[in-house]
């Protein structure tokens, strides 16, 4: 490329560069926010949630790339225009190979960033971000909890509690085996125990509900246990964590589709 060349394609990638900040940084604040809300009130350390959302980054990248591109061609041109330097160009006699070369150039580039984010990066940073947020996950302790809004825990077990100091109050527990069960508590004591979660509840009561009638069970103290399936190692489930060479070597049918789907966004 000549020096009009290279002029042109540093003001374009000048204009993408300032609107990947622009789209990562919303997109990341966004998630940012998203695990600051879920996992502080679990009294997660906020230096922990932080370093857990920079493991999305490369993950948002890939996302929004495409917008990146099509939003940098466009203010790169603007500016061209502005500056009335796209007619300076074709007043100096050149033609519109000039504006091509760069583009043509810029496509190139990001074909092979957006090849390497899709196939590698992305799936190896999400990945280790799957793995610390299992971590977090696993290691629930509700001494250590702020505000319960509903946590599902084992599936179907859901609680939710006030809690002050370490006073837990306005038990509430949803969960069903056969049955639906609701219970319902002044006050209590809530514990994780060798893979229990252990209930103690005091002045409540209980409703067994099925299709045909609803069971009502008052007590003035009642304890209760559910096993917490506690898992030790993280499992691999999600598709995004998978990089090219997993999904060639387990060629499963979905694992293709995933993998045809991947090369399919790259041509797009």
Do not use: H
Request: net charge positive; aromatic share 14%.
């Amino acid at each position: 490329m000549n020096k009009i060349n290279l002029y042109v394609f540093s003001q374009i990638v000048k204009s993408c560069i300032l609107v990947f900040f622009i789209f990562v940084s919303i997109a990341w604040l966004m998630q940012l926010s998203r695990l600051f809300s879920i996992m502080y009130n679990l009294q997660v350390k906020f230096i922990d949630i932080f370093s857990l959302s920079l493991w999305l980054i490369p993950n948002l990248t890939n996302v929004t790339l495409p917008f990146i591109i099509i939003f940098g061609l466009v203010l790169g041109f603007l500016k061209l225009s502005k500056d009335r330097e796209i007619i300076a160009i074709y007043s100096l006699g050149l033609s519109i190979n000039e504006i091509k070369k760069p583009i043509i150039c810029l496509i190139l580039l990001c074909i092979i960033i957006y090849s390497l984010l899709n196939s590698l990066i992305s799936p190896f940073t999400y990945n280790i971000y799957k793995q610390k947020e299992f971590s977090i996950r696993n290691n629930i302790e509700f001494d250590k909890i702020n505000i319960s809004n509903f946590i599902e825990l084992e599936g179907n077990l859901i609680i939710d509690f006030e809690k002050e100091n370490n006073y837990f109050s306005d038990i509430l527990i949803n969960y069903e085996d056969n049955n639906e069960n609701i219970i319902y508590a002044k006050k209590g004591n809530i514990k994780n125990e060798n893979n229990k979660i252990i209930f103690s509840l005091v002045d409540g009561f209980k409703l067994m509900i099925n299709s045909n009638k609803i069971e009502k069970l008052i007590f003035d103290k009642y304890k209760i246990e559910f096993p917490t399936n506690k898992k030790e190692q993280y499992i691999k489930y999600d598709k995004n964590t998978l990089n090219i060479f997993e999904l060639i070597k387990n060629n499963t049918p979905e694992n293709l589709k995933i993998l045809i789907n991947r090369q399919f966004d790259i041509l797009l």
